[in-house]
């Protein structure tokens, strides 16, 4: 089992930039797959990024392409999120999950963390 808990949130200005981190507890954490995900107000649960096991591949959503950036540090059992040229679309609630294998699916999701908000100001 893993349990996962992110940090980094906070207020930006438009432009700015945050690095959201997701620190797991476990022995496993390096046979996850490990995602971002965001949820909006009013709006459904989206994918953001993925990373796999062992960090060689990553796949970002569209909206997110050339401005966000997943990365992982197994010895630290941490998934982080650098996100740069935030706007106000970006404004979410942001979790991380493990996963068996990678995907960009909520339901391919075994483990989440209890998320944490970004708000981008305009």
């Known amino acids: 089992q893993v349990q996962l808990v992110e940090s980094g949130g906070g207020l930006v200005q438009a432009g700015g930039s945050l690095r959201l981190s997701c620190a797991a507890s476990?022995?496993?954490?390096?046979?996850?797959?490990m995602g971002w995900f965001r949820q909006a107000p009013g709006k459904e649960r989206e994918f953001v990024a993925v990373i796999s096991r062992v960090g060689g591949i990553t796949y970002n959503a569209d909206s997110v392409k050339g401005r966000f950036t997943i990365s992982r540090d197994n010895a630290k059992k941490t998934v982080y999120l650098q996100m740069n040229s935030l706007n106000s679309e970006d404004t979410a609630v942001y979790y991380c999950?493990?996963?068996?294998?990678?995907?960009?699916?909520?339901?391919?999701?075994?483990?989440w963390g209890q998320g944490t908000q970004v708000t981008v100001s305009s």
């Open positions: 999950a493990a996963a068996s294998v990678s995907g960009t699916k909520l339901n391919e999701y075994d483990y």
């Open positions: 476990g022995r496993t954490f390096s046979t996850y797959a």
